[in-house]
């Protein structure tokens, strides 16, 4: 942040008369020496957490990503999708049987049958 010297009233933290005050081009106020250096380590107390919480954001971000396939809700849909697959396998074997026992029936009937005639 730049500053400039300006010879004005008042400092904007101590309020008192100086001969030169410093504008802080970030804020725009007014400050003696003393409150300007202040003024700054403020500044950069504020950056340095402003950054450190960004950091953390995309930290946090970075872990959603990873810890997608782990999500509670996410784990419940793969369990549903195994359960119904299975459901849905034994549902058809089970058709299958209804089909294929009867048709069975039928041909050793008729085959019986067939013989009776013939012989």
């Keep these: 942040m730049a500053t400039s010297a300006t ?3 008042q400092c904007f933290i101590c ?3 100086k001969a030169t005050l410093y504008q802080c081009e970030g804020c725009s106020e007014k400050f003696c020496f003393t409150d300007l250096l202040k003024h700054r380590q403020e500044n ?3 950056l340095e957490n402003i950054v450190t919480d960004c950091d953390t954001f995309q930290q946090n971000i970075s872990e959603q990503e990873k810890d997608l396939y782990h999500r509670s809700l996410v784990k419940q849909v793969n369990e549903w999708e195994r359960d119904s697959i299975t459901k ?3 549902t058809a074997e089970d058709c299958r049987q209804k089909l294929i ?5 039928n041909i050793a009937e008729i085959k019986k049958k067939l013989n009776q005639f013939i012989t």
């Design 101 to 105: 026992k009867p048709t069975d029936d």
């Design 7 to 9: 010879t004005s009233k």
């Design 15 to 17: 309020e008192k008369d």
């Design 44 to 46: 950069v107390l504020e």
């Design 88 to 90: 849905i396998k034994q």
